[in-house]
Antibody
Framework: QVRLQQWGAGVLKPSETLSLICVVY????????WSWVRQPPGKGLEWIGQINHSGRTNYNPSLKSRVTILVDTPKNQFSLKLTSVTAADTAVYYCARNKGIDGMDVWGQGTTVTVSS | SFELTQPPSVSVSPGQTARITCSGD??????ACWYQQKSGQAPVLVIYDDNKRPSGIPERFSGSSSGTMAALTISGAQVEDEADYYCYSTDSSGNHGIFGGGTKVTVL
């Protein structure tokens, strides 16, 4: 059974860098893309980007200038960095396994990130 | 533009049928997925590749797609189906994902 466990700093000040890690337990790591999705309080889901085992990335154009997604394949983990955060980046951040047309079928538990001075 | 549009809310009586639509140009070339999200929980995939149901998802959930519109149908809605539902697809390159704005389904 595949499980994603994520963690990272929950409170940031404006202009700091958000950093989250997602570890994949079970299943194949190299067959899929691995995605980050966020959800601001009371709002909908937003796709942030994705990475595969070889490091190929795709980013949401609206966040591309501030986002970096990295992969550590030997450790079955991937990470998200978002620079120069503002209050608008306050959200629950999720990692997920992305099987393309087969959907994002396994999700992490979510990490609440609050940006406040 | 690369957008997916959903109605903000749908109400249905228990046992009746709820249909949620998702429209966008990308859907004419790319498949849609549907996610259910209950309050305080992570999203759950209920439909992928337009009309396929993952293992463990009840048969009352079905998906369809035609042209630039996809739809999720809940046949015989149950109280436990009350949740937010999001459609998801990609741009024509398949490299960038997007969610619809979400539809709140109320069963009462």
């Amino acid at each position: 059974q595949v499980r994603l466990q994520q963690w990272g700093a929950g409170v940031l000040k404006p202009s700091e860098t958000l950093s989250l890690i997602c570890v994949v337990y079970g299943g194949s790591f190299s067959e899929y893309y691995w995605s980050w999705v966020r959800q601001p309080p009371g709002k909908g889901l937003e796709w942030i980007g994705q990475i595969n085992h070889s490091g190929r990335t795709n980013y949401n154009p609206s966040l591309k200038s501030r986002v970096t997604i990295l992969v550590d394949t030997p450790k079955n983990q991937f990470s998200l960095k978002l620079t120069s955060v503002t209050a608008a980046d306050t959200a629950v951040y999720y990692c997920a396994r992305n099987k393309g047309i087969d959907g994002m079928d396994v999700w992490g538990q979510g990490t609440t990130v609050t940006v406040s001075s | 533009s690369f957008e997916l549009t959903q109605p903000p809310s749908v109400s249905v009586s228990p046992g009746q049928t709820a249909r949620i639509t998702c429209s966008g140009d990308a859907l004419s070339k790319k498949c849609a997925c549907w996610y259910q999200q209950k309050s305080g929980q992570a999203p759950v995939l209920v439909i992928y590749d337009d009309n396929k149901r993952p293992s463990g998802i009840p048969e009352r959930f079905s998906g369809s797609s035609s042209g630039t519109m996809a739809a999720l149908t809940i046949s015989g809605a149950q109280v436990e189906d009350e949740a937010d539902y999001y459609c998801y697809s990609t741009d024509s390159s398949g490299n960038h994902g997007i969610f619809g704005g979400g539809t709140k389904v109320t069963v009462l």
